[in-house]
């Protein structure tokens, strides 16, 4: 079973950087494609990033291509987003989630079974 816990989130200044961890207690976390997805205040859930099995192919929404970068550890069953040169609209509670499926570039929330309980990230202006 797959148990993923997110960590890394905080407050930030405009232009800052955080990092983001997720955290696969299982043991099952390479069958996995792993994404990253964000909700905003008053916003749906929207995809953010997404990883493949082996971390060779990645996948971006077009607003943070070029400042968030996405890489997992098998080592440490962890996946990371690298989020840099932060706007105050990347305000969101930030998810991970596994997809069981390696296809493509899946972005919507039900092609992933497991989801963590998600990290505030607050980008301040």
């Known amino acids: 079973q797959v148990q993923l816990v997110e960590s890394g989130g905080g407050l930030v200044q405009a232009g800052g950087s955080l990092r983001l961890s997720c955290a696969d207690s299982g043991r099952t976390f390479s069958n996995y494609a792993m994404g990253w997805f964000r909700q905003g205040p008053g916003k749906e859930r929207e995809f953010v990033a997404r990883?493949?099995?082996?971390?060779?192919?990645?996948f971006y929404t077009g607003s943070v291509k070029g400042r968030f970068t996405i890489f997992r550890d098998h080592a440490k069953n962890t996946v990371f987003l690298q989020m840099n040169i932060l706007k105050p609209e990347d305000t969101a509670v930030y998810y991970c989630?596994?997809?069981?499926?390696?296809?493509?570039?899946?972005?919507?929330?039900?092609?992933?079974?497991?989801w963590g309980q998600g990290t505030q990230v607050t980008v301040s202006s």
């Open positions: 989630a596994a997809d069981e499926s390696g296809v493509g570039y899946r972005t919507r929330t039900h092609h992933y079974k497991y």
């Open positions: 990883i493949s099995r082996n971390g060779g192919n990645t």
